[in-house]
């Protein structure tokens, strides 16, 4: 049993096969938090020892024990304006103007499997892969509940949790914040890593010691978004790769988002994770409910690589779902760097020749098919096949491209529209602005409003149409502005608190709605590369566009802090042609292959215009990735070095039962008279022999792990790294 009660102490334990969660609801019903950590088999509750805090105020019913404070308890889940003044995990304004929630035990459940929740992506299980715990708080005052749910995944070592709300009472009442996840940890000395960034710039790793009070990540932008992921990281000073403590909480959701970290006067620290509550209200009437999105937690007491195996399988066996979720994928190419917006049929044709011979699987075309639709300032909302440019149609180019044996690809960014479009003419009222103030614009383009039912059904409509209109494999879902003006009309004006949940409520209701009615088209996340890289979307979509920037070098920065959460098999990766359309940077075209292997792999560049020399590499990086893809997906990920701080990106794939190993990356710099660089392997079996590949050299798995691995010698910058070892 993974979850298991004391009935008398009220003490509830979560375990898994290396981690333990546990909480109590003491005397007053309030429900602490006594563990997260190494599991123990004892009950924590020795370590609740507090002192009488001065201003820190007292329960009522704690009558003259000055010790019992709820702004020095660690809580499960803090209620607002009763006395813990450190950070809320949920907030509501009662139809008295109050605004106060004081939390208490009420009851609990214990099911088989995992909980769901409704229009929401969550972590998904086997009945007898998990089991769920539903503790129940109500308010001391108002008709507020809260139930808590705690799923327990224990072969992963994961822990889920979100809350549902719900109004009792007969007048509504408004949420004003409602997190999925409050965690308060009141022992030991932590820094925190979280994952910030750009366009063109994401997930860049930073780690912080924390400091007293409050330190926050967060986006409104309506998406999870390219400036801060909704991941965090809380890890002991000491801890490394492979040693030391370490909880990660990746929130599953897509929208606006916020984590609170606050180390509070006793050096306690509390993390809260969920909706940002700038962007936040929510009106329940009676007897409503309101569910959170989910958190996934999971704890390592060696290291953040441990961590990331967790998160690594959670994401892909838990999250991701359909036909392509454990695939092997496409090796495809994108026209968008060949060509931007200026292709017609023969230019499409042209480029899918050459990457038909060299052993491409896909060819994808991107922006610029549909509509009127010659650069970024129009076309956006009429996806209708723009037969100018695509004489002969769409269904003609999929024939054709398909006679090559390739399949075909499209690229929609359903959820936007531009003013200069058939769309926008008919509908100006579907777009998202706020009557009498001019919106902001952002690539030209305005948002539409994804809470709207008939927006939903447009675009179902539309889209289904294009995709039955051709054999089409594969979507790529485009989404290229951040949101505001957020105004809905599908709402009255003293609920429109509630639209930039309920527009992320629309986008996955429609993604819900077409990858279900299209189960073998592979759909592709997107938003101007990586901005919505997030486990929300991995839920509709097995893999996301990492990065808007190709350039190789930058590629191993961005796909370093990505890798902290997300699974390689996650990660579009295309090797592009140079100088660097972003960058303008020149690296070898071999390293740009093996950066684009760490992912799902393809091209973005006019394969008719390379050398022979580079059309051989192409067919040979091929060969090598249906040789590889594999284990690059499936084995487990080894970040060797940290590219932030070292003149290397390395990285490791080992497979899961120890017989072979991919070690890839790149040198950064030459330097003359040095030795050649070495680095110690990892996840190998220490008793096992191993060939190097295209040698006779045999080395023991200790000695690969020990004495690590002769790099090749660097020569000119972005020297690339493959080596391949088989078990012998
Ligand atoms: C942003 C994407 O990240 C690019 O790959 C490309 O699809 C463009 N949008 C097209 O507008």
Redesign the pocket.
């Known amino acids: 049993m993974a979850i298991q009660i004391d009935a008398e102490k009220k003490i509830f334990t979560l375990e898994t096969d290396h981690t333990m969660y546990q909480m109590q609801a003491d005397a007053y019903g309030v429900l602490r938090h006594l563990w997260y950590g190494a599991k123990t088999g004892c009950d924590m509750s020795y370590l609740q020892d507090y002192p009488d805090v001065g201003f820190s105020g007292n329960i009522y019913a704690a009558g003259n024990d000055r010790t019992y404070s709820l702004d020095t308890l660690p809580l499960e889940y803090a209620g607002a304006g009763v006395g813990d003044f450190r950070v809320p995990a949920v907030a509501a304004v009662h139809a008295d103007g109050s605004s106060a929630l004081d939390l208490r035990y009420y009851s609990h459940t214990v099911k088989p499997g995992k909980y769901g929740i409704e229009g929401l992506p969550a972590v998904y299980a086997a009945e007898d892969e998990a089991e769920t715990l539903e503790v129940v708080l109500r308010d001391t005052a108002s008709a507020v509940e809260v139930t808590l749910l705690y799923a327990v995944l224990p072969a992963l070592d994961l822990v889920t949790r979100c809350a549902r709300i719900r109004n009792l009472g007969e007048t509504p009442v408004t949420l004003t914040k409602a997190a999925s996840l409050c965690l308060d940890i009141s022992r030991g000395s932590w820094e925190w890593v979280h994952f910030h960034g750009r366009h063109a710039m994401e997930r860049q790793m930073e780690r912080r010691l924390l400091f007293h009070g409050i330190q926050e990540i967060g986006s409104t932008r309506g998406t999870s978004s390219h400036h801060q992921n909704p991941t965090v990281l809380l890890c002991t000073p000491d801890c490394t790769e492979t040693a030391g403590a370490c909880i990660g909480a990746a929130l599953v959701y897509s929208g606006s988002h916020q984590t609170r970290l606050e180390c509070d006067q006793l050096g306690q620290v509390r993390m809260v994770m969920g909706i940002h509550p700038d962007l936040f209200r929510w009106e329940l009437k009676a007897g409503e409910t309101f569910s959170t999105p989910e958190v996934m937690l999971s704890y390592s007491d060696t290291g953040l690589e441990t961590l990331s195996h967790h998160f690594h399988q959670a994401i892909r066996e838990h999250i991701c779902r359909g036909k392509y979720q454990l695939a092997e994928r496409p090796v495809l190419i994108n026209n968008?760097e060949a060509t931007y917006f200026g292709f017609d049929t023969e230019k499409i044709l042209h480029i899918a020749e050459e990457a038909a011979r060299l052993g491409v699987d896909m060819l994808v075309l991107?922006?610029g098919w549909f509509g009127k639709r010659d650069d970024?300032c129009s076309g956006l909302g009429d996806w209708f096949v723009n037969e100018t440019k695509l004489s002969g149609g769409l269904h003609d180019l999929v024939e054709k491209i398909k006679g090559m044996g390739m399949r075909f690809g499209i690229?929609f960014?359903p959820e936007m529209i531009s003013e200069d479009s058939d769309l926008y003419r008919k509908h100006p009222d579907w777009a998202i602005r706020i009557p009498d103030r001019a919106p902001m614009r952002s690539r030209y383009q305005l948002v539409l409003d994804m809470a709207n039912p008939e927006v939903q059904e447009y675009l179902f409509r539309v889209m289904s149409d294009v995709l039955h209109s051709a054999d089409i494999s594969y979507v790529?879902w485009?989404m290229?502005r951040s949101i505001s003006d957020w105004y809905t009309r599908t709402l009255p004006a003293d609920r429109q608190g509630e639209m930039p949940h309920r527009y992320v409520l629309g986008l996955y209701a429609l993604l819900e709605r077409l990858t279900a009615a299209f189960p073998d088209v592979l759909f592709e996340g997107?938003s101007?590369?990586g901005g919505r890289f997030d486990a929300g979307m991995l839920y509709y979509c097995p893999q996301i566009?990492c990065s808007?920037d190709t350039d190789a070098y930058e590629r191993t920065k961005i796909q370093y802090g990505t890798s902290f959460f997300y699974p390689v098999s996650a990660v579009g990766s295309h090797v592009s042609t140079v100088p660097n359309h972003q960058t303008g940077r020149i690296t070898p075209f071999e390293t740009r292959g093996t950066v684009a292997m760490a992912g799902s792999f393809g091209y973005e560049l006019d394969l008719n215009l390379l050398s022979d020399g580079e059309k051989q590499e192409v067919a040979e990086q091929i060969r090598q990735f249906k040789t590889y893809g594999p284990l690059i997906h499936n084995g487990k990920y080894y970040r060797l070095t940290n590219p932030m701080a070292e003149d290397a990106a390395l990285w490791e794939f080992a497979a899961q039962d120890g017989s072979e190993v991919l070690v890839q990356g790149m040198l950064f710099h030459a330097e003359a008279n040095v030795l050649r660089r070495t680095v110690q392997l990892r996840g190998l079996d220490a008793e096992k022999r191993y060939r190097l590949d295209g040698t006779e050299q045999v080395y023991t798995g200790a000695a690969l792990m020990a004495g690590g691995v002769l790099l090749p010698k660097a020569w000119g910058d972005y020297t690339p790294v493959t080596m391949h070892f088989s078990e012998v």
């Open positions: 968008w991107d922006d970024d690229w960014e790529k485009d290229n997107c101007g590369g566009w808007d």
